[in-house]
């Protein structure tokens, strides 16, 4: 049966049912009733003026709000479609999970246990006057679609709002996706951070069959292109089926059987990557790593790369990638959320939208590079239980950003901002799943620094792929002694200053040394005073002009342009680092036979034998030069390819996943609401909550004595409408905020307590992922993400935040300047909140929460962040924190960590604090030396300048004389000149003396 717009009613209903469901039916009984979620949404008038359909049908219907809707759209178009509600009417999983539900469980009205909610649903249809258009069909959404293909009906529109479960969706999806004719469309609800099972699942079928994903606030769109099969849930999933069954795993829920593809999915995430960058050691490690991951079966990867372009183009870097069969992504592809975070860094925006690309892809395995933290929000997201469950999430150590600092001797540049990535970097090396180093001693740095590393590390070299042949003839031809080559980047970490100043040594002594040509190949870096390694070198060049010897600077080589020119120079290359940890240098070096000398530091000793290296100080370094041929003789290489290369591979083919823990609703949680004056908000606060997915919790609201009549007799209705819940309503004097908040936990019953506001909203899954997030962290207290918005309204589904919050967690150095903790909207257990003693009471200042977080963080107790927006926030521009003293507010918070000092770090404190200072000093220490210079310069012109006057004085002088002298025989002339010449003979005289009186100035000829 073909429908079209010529379809009837009539044609569609008498084909299910053998009599009309509307007739005989005791509508009075029934008063209308069209509780539903999301039922009005505007995408659903979109698609109808877009296709005009004849036929819809709708997958899980309930009481007919969204079904009635459609209909009311269409008439807008005057459009008269048929509408078919296909439910059993028998309510999902969530709505038998709590029998004081009445939006939920209450609403099955039940007659002895079984539903009737059917008959409300054919009572709303009447009442609205759509029974000659809506048609309910009360089987499983299965037997339906089954039905509609052996009846050969086409929709147009098919809208899926069945079932939330993972393994239904996506069987639902594809089951009517074969009902769907060419050119239809198939969309659904929830695709938001509260249901990722449906996010998850619709995402999949999209991906796996190819087809466009487009989505519309918290709706998703798939439009039907062709009349091709799409892969069921079934047959995705059989390649994996033997292999779970063979494991013994064959009763895996089929939503973690997912990750059991035959598809092993790798993504690796790095700011620095070959193609792109042409160099570096980060960039190289992952560039081969992609390149041995691919070669792997039944392996496909992709590379997201988060760092500038310093060559070529997006599109030629993603055709080049391609060849080789792997798929290269960039920030392009995780777009921003549009609107302003505080708090939000740029490492941290950065993080948020890998964590959103990751999530869309479900990748198998992730592995992340420590230097600008590009893993924390998809680290931390696991840690605390909301995404990556059964995604394997690996950090490895090369260069992060405190090492750094330590190897080029340098302050932090932004004080604030790289504490802040420092704590990023430490917290995805603490809470990945596994922390790689390619160096014993990188995990030893980390742990001595105070580091907490993840309990499953492992010590794996980096993969290496010549592209130079090692018995070429430049490889084994005579080592060219007279040419030195400093190899690595520009800067103070590589040893340049320690190279070159080793150099002048080695040129001024009196040893033979047989240097004719020096090449510096590498980047351009900084040396440690801040100065640009190309002036340094400049300089350098100058004073070895009386030494003969040939400066080459070569800085824009990639890496394998680099390798071919050590191969046939045939140079002695030198490989200086102060501090190092596995570099690649050396390992190319050695894979290429090039003759190197290194210094003993870092993982260098771990690649080399000890007799071919030198202690980093200049010292060693002038007699390494001098006797380069016996380092080069004594060298011998521990680097082994063959076992980086197993090591890698083996890690690639894990696929062992993580099953995610059941959610344990018998924990009880307190959700403990001050009230003061808040009349218009509070029942928008109540009614987000009553809408929560979790079933175990209450509510404890405190009136702290409000004084606006209005808002007292809204608290007392509230109280009433509630009172079958079990919720408490108290009212008291006034108090203030955190004497309230301490008076609502007095009164909690629940093992968690939350705190809210009573002007913010509950997202619908707030709860439940405070709970899930407590137990999979095991923290003590957890903050989280917000979204702000204006008015009295509360927010709509698609609206446009004010602003947002993503607090990172206990960054304690930066804590006493900027809150890093999270909002009051916190869930911590009732026994650590008693424990610490509750809020501080203080009415004159605000900042209560603030304190309290830092107080928290500062005594011990685990405090992490849920890195989703799970609330909203009201933005009011009366806010207390906004009226009162912002110092008055900040010195409160201050004081906290004045009683706590011996809690914190010292070094990562007066980083924060004194780097300013310290900056400040060394900036006039390098002014100083400047005028120091330019002291010296003017007096040598000031001693010129007088030597000059000086002569110019005797000679004025003796002239004047025999002038004088000569005017005597002319005495007309003579007193006319005379003025005129004693004057100059005055003027050169006061110059003189003026130029001697002010040492420090040059003076005016």
Same mark, same amino acid.
């Given at each position: 049966?073909?429908?079209?717009?010529?379809?009837?009613?009539?044609?569609?209903?008498?084909?299910?049912?053998?009599?009309?469901?509307?007739?005989?039916?005791?509508?009075?009984?029934?008063?209308?009733?069209?509780?539903?979620?999301?039922?009005?949404? *505007?995408?659903?008038?979109?698609?109808?003026?877009?296709?005009?359909?004849?036929?819809?049908?709708?997958?899980?219907?309930?009481?007919?709000?969204?079904?009635?809707?459609?209909?009311?759209?269409?008439?807008?178009?005057?459009?008269?479609?048929?509408?078919?509600?296909?439910?059993?009417?028998?309510?999902?999983?969530?709505?038998?999970?709590?029998?004081?539900?009445?939006?939920?469980?209450?609403?099955?009205?039940?007659?002895?246990?079984?539903?009737?909610?059917?008959?409300?649903?054919?009572?709303?249809?009447?009442?609205?006057?759509?029974?000659?258009?809506?048609?309910?069909?009360?089987?499983?959404?299965?037997?339906?679609?089954?039905?509609?293909?052996?009846?050969?009906?086409?929709?147009?529109?098919?809208?899926?709002?069945?079932?939330?479960?993972?393994?239904?969706?996506?069987?639902?999806?594809?089951?009517? /996706?074969?009902?769907?004719?060419?050119?239809?469309?198939?969309?659904?609800?929830?695709?938001?951070?509260?249901?990722?099972?449906?996010?998850?699942?619709?995402?999949?079928?999209?991906?796996?069959?190819?087809?466009?994903?487009?989505?519309?606030?918290?709706?998703?769109?798939?439009?039907?292109?062709?009349?091709?099969?799409?892969?069921?849930?079934?047959?995705?999933?059989?390649?994996?089926?033997?292999?779970?069954?063979?494991?013994?795993?064959?009763?895996?829920?089929?939503?973690?059987?997912?990750?059991?593809?035959?598809?092993?999915?790798?993504?690796?995430?790095?700011?620095?990557?070959?193609?792109?960058?042409?160099?570096?050691?980060?960039?190289?490690?992952?560039?081969?790593?992609?390149?041995?991951?691919?070669?792997?079966?039944?392996?496909?990867?992709?590379?997201?790369?988060?760092?500038?372009?310093?060559?070529?183009?997006? *599109?030629?870097?993603?055709?080049?990638?391609?060849?080789?069969?792997?798929?290269?992504?960039?920030?392009?592809?995780?777009?921003?959320?549009?609107?302003?975070?505080?708090?939000?860094?740029?490492?941290?925006?950065?993080?948020?939208?890998?964590?959103?690309?990751?999530?869309?892809?479900?990748?198998?395995?992730?592995?992340?590079?420590?230097?600008?933290?590009?893993?924390?929000?998809?680290?931390?997201?696991?840690?605390?239980?909301?995404?990556?469950?059964?995604?394997?999430?690996?950090?490895?150590?090369?260069?992060?950003?405190?090492?750094?600092? *330590?190897?080029?001797?340098?302050?932090?540049?932004?004080?604030?901002?790289?504490?802040?990535?420092?704590?990023?970097?430490?917290?995805?090396?603490?809470?990945?799943?596994?922390?790689?180093?390619?160096?014993?001693?990188?995990?030893?740095?980390?742990?001595?620094?105070?580091?907490?590393?993840?309990?499953?590390?492992?010590?794996?070299?980096?993969?290496?792929?010549?592209?130079?042949?090692?018995?070429?003839?430049?490889?084994?031809?005579?080592?060219?002694?007279?040419?030195?080559?400093?190899?690595?980047?520009?800067?103070?970490?590589?040893?340049?200053?320690?190279?070159?100043?080793?150099?002048?040594?080695?040129?001024?002594?009196?040893?033979?040394?047989?240097?004719?040509?020096?090449?510096?190949?590498?980047?351009?870096?900084?040396?440690?005073?801040?100065?640009?390694?190309?002036?340094?070198?400049?300089?350098?060049?100058?004073?070895?002009?009386?030494?003969?010897?040939?400066?080459?600077?070569?800085?824009?080589?990639?890496?394998?342009?680099?390798?071919?020119?050590?191969?046939?120079?045939?140079?002695?290359?030198?490989?200086?680092?102060?501090?190092?940890?596995?570099?690649?240098?050396?390992?190319?070096?050695?894979?290429?036979?090039?003759?190197?000398?290194?210094?003993?530091?870092?993982?260098?000793?771990?690649?080399?034998?000890?007799?071919?290296?030198?202690?980093?100080?200049?010292?060693?370094?002038?007699?390494?030069?001098?006797?380069?041929?016996?380092?080069?003789?004594?060298?011998?290489?521990?680097?082994?390819?063959?076992?980086?290369?197993?090591?890698?591979?083996?890690?690639?083919?894990?696929?062992?996943?993580?099953?995610?823990?059941?959610?344990?609703?018998?924990?009880?949680?307190?959700?403990?609401?001050?009230?003061?004056?808040?009349?218009?908000?509070?029942?928008?606060?109540?009614?987000?909550?009553? *809408?929560?997915?979790?079933?175990?919790?209450?509510?404890?609201?405190?009136?702290?004595?409000?004084?606006?009549?209005?808002?007292?007799?809204? /608290?007392?209705?509230?109280?009433?409408?509630?009172?079958?819940?079990?919720?408490?309503?108290?009212?008291?004097?006034?108090?203030?905020?955190?004497?309230?908040?301490?008076?609502?936990?007095?009164?909690?019953?629940?093992?968690?307590?939350?705190?809210?506001?009573?002007?913010?909203?509950?997202?619908?899954?707030?709860?439940?992922?405070?709970?899930?997030?407590?137990?999979?962290?095991?923290?003590?207290?957890?903050?989280?993400?917000?979204?702000?918005?204006?008015?009295?309204?509360?927010?709509?589904?698609?609206?446009?935040?004010?602003?947002?919050?993503?607090?990172?967690?206990?960054?304690?150095?930066?804590?006493?300047?900027?809150?890093? /903790?999270?909002?009051?909207?916190?869930?911590?257990?009732?026994?650590?909140?008693?424990?610490?003693?509750?809020?501080?009471?203080?009415?004159?200042?605000?900042?209560?929460?603030?304190?309290?977080?830092?107080?928290?963080?500062?005594?011990?107790?685990?405090?992490?962040?849920?890195?989703?927006?799970?609330?909203?926030?009201?933005?009011?521009?009366?806010?207390?924190?906004?009226?009162?003293?912002?110092?008055?507010?900040?010195?409160?918070?201050?004081?906290?960590?004045?009683?706590?000092?011996?809690?914190?770090?010292?070094?990562?404190?007066?980083?924060?604090?004194?780097?300013?200072?310290?900056?400040?000093?060394?900036?006039?220490?390098?002014?100083?030396?400047?005028?120091?210079?330019?002291?010296?310069?003017?007096?040598?012109?000031?001693?010129?300048?007088?030597?000059?006057?000086?002569?110019?004085?005797?000679?004025?002088?003796?002239?004047?004389?025999?002038?004088?002298?000569?005017?005597?025989?002319?005495?007309?002339?003579?007193?006319?000149?005379?003025?005129?010449?004693?004057?100059?003979?005055?003027?050169?005289?006061?110059?003189?003396?003026?130029?001697?009186?002010?040492?420090?100035?040059?003076?005016?000829?």
């Amino acid at each position: 049966m073909e429908t079209s717009s010529s379809s009837t009613f009539q044609q569609l209903c008498s084909l299910i049912h053998a009599v009309n469901p509307y007739e005989n039916f005791s509508v009075d009984e029934y008063p209308t009733d069209l509780q539903g979620w999301g039922a009005d949404h *505007e995408n659903f008038e979109r698609v109808i003026e877009r296709l005009k359909p004849s036929l819809i049908v709708e997958v899980g219907t309930w009481k007919g709000a969204s079904a009635i809707h459609m209909a009311k759209c269409a008439e807008r178009h005057d459009i008269r479609p048929t509408i078919l509600c296909v439910d059993t009417w028998l309510g999902a999983l969530e709505f038998w999970s709590d029998h004081k539900d009445p939006e939920r469980y209450l609403s099955l009205n039940l007659n002895s246990g079984y539903p009737t909610v059917y008959y409300q649903f054919l009572a709303n249809v009447v009442h609205s006057g759509f029974s000659q258009q809506i048609i309910p069909f009360p089987v499983t959404a299965q037997i339906a679609a089954k039905f509609l293909a052996k009846h050969a009906v086409r929709a147009d529109m098919i809208y899926i709002d069945a079932s939330h479960d993972f393994e239904d969706v996506y069987a639902d999806i594809a089951a009517y /996706f074969g009902v769907l004719r060419v050119g239809g469309i198939i969309f659904g609800d929830d695709f938001d951070q509260y249901w990722p099972s449906v996010k998850a699942a619709v995402r999949l079928f999209a991906r796996i069959n190819g087809l466009e994903l487009r989505t519309c606030g918290r709706q998703w769109m798939i439009e039907k292109k062709s009349e091709r099969p799409v892969l069921s849930l079934a047959e995705t999933i059989s390649s994996a089926t033997d292999l779970l069954t063979s494991s013994g795993l064959e009763g895996f829920p089929m939503e973690r059987r997912m990750k059991r593809e035959s598809v092993n999915r790798i993504c690796i995430v790095t700011p620095d990557i070959i193609g792109p960058v042409r160099n570096g050691g980060i960039g190289t490690h992952c560039y081969y790593l992609a390149l041995e991951l691919a070669k792997l079966d039944r392996t496909e990867v992709t590379v997201m790369f988060t760092g500038p372009y310093e060559q070529s183009s997006r *599109e030629q870097i993603i055709e080049s990638f391609k060849k080789l069969n792997i798929e290269f992504c960039d920030m392009e592809d995780a777009p921003g959320c549009g609107f302003n975070r505080h708090g939000c860094e740029w490492f941290i925006d950065r993080s948020l939208r890998v964590k959103e690309f990751l999530a869309a892809r479900r990748f198998t395995q992730v592995h992340f590079q420590d230097w600008q933290a590009n893993g924390f929000a998809t680290v931390q997201a696991k840690h605390t239980g909301v995404a990556f469950y059964d995604t394997l999430l690996t950090v490895t150590l090369h260069s992060s950003s405190q090492w750094v600092r *330590e190897g080029m001797k340098a302050w932090p540049h932004h004080p604030l901002q790289d504490a802040m990535l420092d704590y990023c970097e430490r917290y995805v090396a603490q809470y990945a799943d596994v922390v790689i180093s390619p160096s014993e001693y990188m995990l030893n740095w980390a742990q001595s620094k105070g580091w907490k590393l993840a309990d499953e590390r492992k010590v794996m070299p980096y993969c290496f792929i010549s592209s130079t042949d090692p018995k070429s003839a430049q490889s084994n031809a005579a080592i060219d002694y007279s040419h030195l080559i400093f190899f690595g980047r520009l800067e103070t970490r590589k040893g340049l200053e320690m190279f070159t100043t080793g150099l002048e040594r080695a040129l001024s002594s009196s040893t033979a040394h047989g240097i004719k040509h020096v090449t510096f190949l590498g980047k351009i870096g900084n040396t440690q005073y801040g100065y640009d390694a190309g002036v340094h070198l400049e300089n350098l060049r100058a004073n070895l002009k009386k030494h003969a010897v040939e400066i080459d600077i070569v800085t824009d080589f990639s890496s394998i342009q680099a390798n071919e020119f050590l191969v046939k120079a045939r140079g002695v290359v030198f490989i200086c680092s102060l501090q190092d940890n596995y570099p690649y240098t050396v390992i190319e070096c050695l894979e290429n036979r090039v003759p190197f000398i290194a210094t003993k530091t870092g993982g260098i000793p771990e690649l080399v034998s000890n007799e071919a290296l030198f202690a980093p100080n200049i010292n060693e370094m002038t007699k390494a030069i001098v006797n380069r041929a016996h380092h080069i003789a004594a060298c011998s290489s521990k680097y082994d390819r063959s076992k980086a290369l197993l090591l890698w591979s083996a890690l690639g083919a894990r696929t062992e996943t993580a099953i995610k823990p059941e959610l344990d609703v018998a924990r009880k949680v307190s959700i403990c609401v001050a009230y003061y004056n808040y009349g218009k908000y509070l029942p928008q606060l109540l009614e987000s909550l009553a *809408e929560s997915s979790y079933p175990n919790f209450e509510v404890v609201a405190v009136n702290d004595g409000s004084t606006d009549a209005s808002s007292v007799d809204v /608290f007392n209705r509230m109280k009433e409408q509630y009172s079958n819940r079990g919720w408490q309503f108290i009212s008291k004097p006034n108090e203030g905020i955190g004497a309230t908040r301490n008076f609502a936990a007095s009164h909690a019953r629940g093992d968690y307590i939350i705190f809210m506001d009573a002007d913010n909203i509950a997202g619908p899954r707030m709860i439940e992922t405070f709970v899930s997030a407590m137990q999979a962290s095991d923290a003590d207290c957890l903050t989280c993400h917000f979204t702000a918005f204006a008015g009295d309204d509360a927010p709509e589904l698609n609206f446009k935040p004010v602003y947002g919050y993503t607090p990172i967690g206990p960054c304690l150095e930066v804590g006493p300047i900027a809150n890093v /903790f999270g909002d009051a909207n916190f869930c911590i257990r009732r026994r650590v909140f008693e424990q610490l003693g509750g809020f501080g009471a203080d009415r004159t200042t605000s900042y209560e929460d603030y304190e309290f977080l830092a107080r928290l963080a500062l005594l011990g107790f685990k405090l992490d962040v849920i890195p989703e927006p799970i609330f909203f926030y009201r933005h009011l521009e009366g806010g207390f924190s906004r009226v009162t003293n912002l110092v008055a507010n900040q010195q409160r918070v201050i004081a906290t960590y004045m009683q706590h000092l011996d809690k914190l770090d010292a070094n990562r404190l007066f980083n924060v604090l004194l780097t300013p200072l310290a900056k400040q000093v060394e900036r006039f220490t390098g002014e100083i030396r400047s005028l120091h210079g330019e002291r010296t310069e003017l007096r040598k012109q000031l001693t010129d300048t007088q030597r000059q006057l000086s002569y110019y004085n005797r000679f004025g002088y003796r002239s004047t004389t025999k002038i004088l002298r000569i005017l005597d025989s002319h005495p007309g002339v003579k007193y006319v000149l005379r003025d005129s010449i004693r004057a100059v003979v005055r003027s050169g005289r006061w110059a003189m003396q003026a130029a001697s009186s002010k040492g420090t100035h040059k003076p005016a000829l």
